[in-house]
């Protein structure tokens, strides 16, 4: 085969920038992954899936060698990764590429902690991987977005990408840092093509299993690696191959040029959106456009009808069933409900605007806020449609008992590259996400050895801090 394949481009670009290192300011943008799904994984501790995978794990035992949080002692890396994967998503917390539609940090740096722990490596070098893993994920996920359909193919076939990509993005994140050679992480990416996978039924009709796909993504990540150092192989052509993950998944629609165009050059992470709120990431305009009625000084009462317009696409998981998401059957639920995000918004949510205690059980079943919800309808939007995926835009029109009629229309979501998150921001959201289980001081003692990692030797510093927390009570 005289040209390089597309996996084998991937293996050369993570092995040259292991063997090379990143720059400071890709390293930082590292940094704020991690301790963003620290953050996340801190404030996922009490939800069943965290337990349904404590429980497992600890069932499997094996050779101690990477930090499970919330667990003592140490578990197998790849175990680490399941528990890490699991709560970094669980929460719905977990930053957002577009136009791939997909959350990648949430598989990537679970993989890296574990794996970065078991080998002793680098706090630096541990960046590196994060920034490459979250890379290659997003861009197999931008492979699969359709400019004419306009949305992700993966998802409008009902694929998680998130899960399905991750689960590459990872694994070469895991092997970079035990030290594969370009061919070693060819070969590693070649084996976790054959194991991400994740449907999004769940978002529709209800269930739990979303939670685990980028727990699942990153045990995998672990596992393929580890099948790689010890002398499995994966096709060369796994990407854009007859039978490879591209066709099979995507089938004629996928571009796979966009996976290694400007590789190296152009960056996708430093674009990562980061959420501000805690529920599907199709919710958030929405979210702002009913805080900016608030701001107004809307008040439930004053509401006859509420109609949410978005992206067509995005009805399928935040308006259908619209009986369903207008009363949602749990928390969990909630964050998948474009009604009821836009009440909580409305009747004064917290945190950010919506904050953990807007998707409780007991919150979504608020008779004030589902009395709300009840009059949301959903509806596409043309102007929304133009937009979509490269940003999540949403309009709201309030019809109100005094005759007036409000509308507050969302372009540009925030924590992008177009309305980012402030680094104070970003600093109270690990304070909000961790208020339950850490000091204010012991969130800055986070904080400040995360942001400090480039320059560490190893991670021992940063995981006396996260061992120090207790197993949280279910």
Not at 138 to 143: E, H, K, Q, S
Not at 293 to 315: Q, S, Y
Not at 421 to 449: G, Q, Y
């Amino acid at each position: 085969m005289s040209e390089r394949t597309i996996v084998q481009r991937l293996a050369e670009f993570a092995a040259g920038v292991r063997d090379r290192g990143l720059g400071a300011e890709l390293r930082a943008d590292a940094a704020r992954r991690v301790l963003d799904v620290l953050g996340n994984s801190l404030a996922a501790q009490r939800t069943p899936a965290a337990a349904t995978v404590r429980a497992l794990i600890t069932e499997w035992e094996g050779r101690p060698r990477a930090t499970a949080l919330g667990l003592p002692g140490r578990y197998p890396e790849a175990s680490a990764a399941l528990l890490g994967g699991t709560l970094a998503h669980a929460i719905d917390f977990d930053d957002t590429h577009l136009p791939s539609v997909l959350h990648p940090s949430a598989s990537v740096v679970p993989t890296a902690l574990a794996v970065a722990e078991a080998t002793g490596s680098t706090g630096a070098a541990l960046l590196d991987a994060v920034a490459v893993g979250v890379e290659i994920t997003v861009r197999l996920g931008m492979a699969g977005y359709d400019e004419t359909l306009g949305n992700s193919v993966f998802f409008e076939r009902g694929l998680h990408a998130t899960a399905i990509c991750g689960a590459l993005g990872a694994a070469a994140a895991a092997a970079m840092l035990y030290r594969l050679d370009a061919d070693g992480i060819a070969h590693t990416l070649g084996i976790a093509a054959s194991m991400g996978s994740g449907l999004l039924e769940a978002n529709r009709t209800g269930g739990t299993v979303k939670r685990v796909h980028c727990g699942w993504a990153a045990h995998a990540a672990v596992t393929a690696a580890s099948l790689s150092r010890h002398g499995m192989t994966g096709p060369p052509t796994v990407i854009e191959g007859r039978f490879g993950l591209l066709q099979a998944f995507c089938g004629d629609r996928a571009v796979p040029a966009v996976i290694s165009d400007a590789l190296g050059e152009h960056w996708e992470l430093p674009g990562v959106f980061f959420k501000p709120y805690p529920c599907n990431h199709f919710t958030h305009a929405g979210i702002d456009a009913a805080l900016r009625l608030r701001a107004r000084g809307v008040t439930a009462d004053d509401v006859l009808r509420l109609e949410l317009g978005a992206p067509t696409p995005v009805l399928r998981t935040i308006g259908e069933p619209l009986a369903a998401k207008r009363r949602p059957e749990s928390g969990y639920h909630a964050a998948f409900s474009g009604p009821y995000t836009v009440a909580a918004a409305l009747l004064g949510g917290g945190g950010l605007g919506v904050f953990h205690e807007d998707f409780t059980d007991a919150a979504a079943r608020d008779p004030q806020r589902l009395a709300l919800a009840a009059k949301v309808d959903c509806v596409p939007d043309p102007d929304c449609d133009k937009i979509f995926p490269h940003q999540f835009p949403a309009v709201l029109t309030a019809e109100l008992r005094d005759g007036r009629v409000l509308t507050e229309r969302v372009d540009v979501n925030r924590g992008g590259p177009g309305n980012p998150l402030s680094p104070e921001e970003l600093a109270t959201k690990f304070r909000l996400n961790t208020a339950d289980l850490l000091m204010p001081a012991e969130a800055d003692a986070i904080s400040e050895t995360v942001y400090g990692l480039a320059d560490l030797d190893d991670l021992e510093a940063l995981l006396t801090l996260l061992r120090t927390q207790p197993l949280p009570a279910h």
